[in-house]
């Protein structure tokens, strides 16, 4: 017996070191309940200011239990419960440290393509026509232009508020106008008809009415409307009310 203690007194040490050893490997393996919050910076997106996301991301990762270790870290649930309270954002990438605890969640914003003035309030749209978020909530640094539209009672964030079609119209018929050298004053979806839109210059007490949608030819409906334009210009006659290229290279005016 006495040769058994001294045994097992001679292995105390070693009983200690892996007992050690074991508890730094479940330490390394949990996680801070503080993440570390990186917004990527690119120019042209919109974004909040970094201590609410800071807050906030904070708040939704501690809400999981299983975000305690990286044995049971929901990522993807993270992820997604980010990118839903957030629409302004394009993607969100949470990254768990391989030595460290602290895991790092990287938030990146989405770049605007177009402004929607609406009853409640004006909000950015990207290029597929899906609203980001207001424009009082987010800040850019890029000039994107201002689609009016007086029939849309209510936008909300992360919904389809214009189809992929209308919007890249919408986008082309103003980078087409401002490389003629044309300003735009204002773009206005009509409640009158069906995908109508109504654009004022800055220059001329009309508009013209365009055709947007899927099967609209922008470039011909421009092409046409700059035709006219100079025709009208160079004999001095001036439409009173409207200019309308809806029908293929047709143009009216009243």
Not at 74 to 88: F, V
Not at 147 to 160: A, F, M, N, W, Y
Not at 218 to 225: D, I, M
Not at 228 to 251: F, M
Request: hydrophobic letters at 40%; proline letters at 4%.
């Amino acid at each position: 017996p006495v040769s058994r203690f001294r045994f097992e007194l001679r292995h105390i040490p070693t009983y200690l070191a892996l007992s050690m050893l074991g508890a730094a490997c479940l330490y390394v393996l949990t996680l801070s309940s503080s993440p570390r919050v990186v917004l990527e910076q690119h120019p042209g997106v919109v974004q909040r200011d970094s201590d609410v996301y800071n807050k906030e991301v904070t708040a939704i990762w501690r809400k999981s239990l299983f975000n305690h270790t990286k044995l049971t870290a929901h990522t993807s649930g993270t992820r997604d419960a980010i990118l839903n309270e957030y629409h302004e954002l394009a993607d969100v990438r949470v990254q768990l440290p391989l030595v460290g605890r602290r895991p790092t969640i990287v938030l990146v914003p989405a770049a605007p393509a177009l402004q929607l003035q609406a009853q409640n309030g004006i909000f950015y749209l990207d290029a597929t026509g899906k609203a980001l978020a207001d424009t009082s909530f987010v800040k850019t640094t890029s000039e994107v232009p201002t689609l009016s539209d007086d029939s849309v009672l209510s936008v909300e964030p992360g919904k389809q508020m214009l189809a992929q079609s209308q919007t890249l119209y919408v986008l082309q018929l103003f980078a087409q106008l401002k490389a003629a050298s044309v300003s735009v004053q204002s773009m206005t979806l009509s409640a009158r008809a069906v995908n109508e839109l109504d654009l004022r210059t800055s220059d001329q007490g009309y508009f013209v009415k365009f055709q947007i949608g899927e099967s609209s030819d922008v470039r011909q409906a421009v092409g046409t409307y700059l035709a006219l334009r100079k025709k009208l210009e160079s004999s001095g006659a001036k439409p009173s009310e409207y200019i309308d290229v809806r029908v293929t290279e047709k143009a009216f005016y009243k």
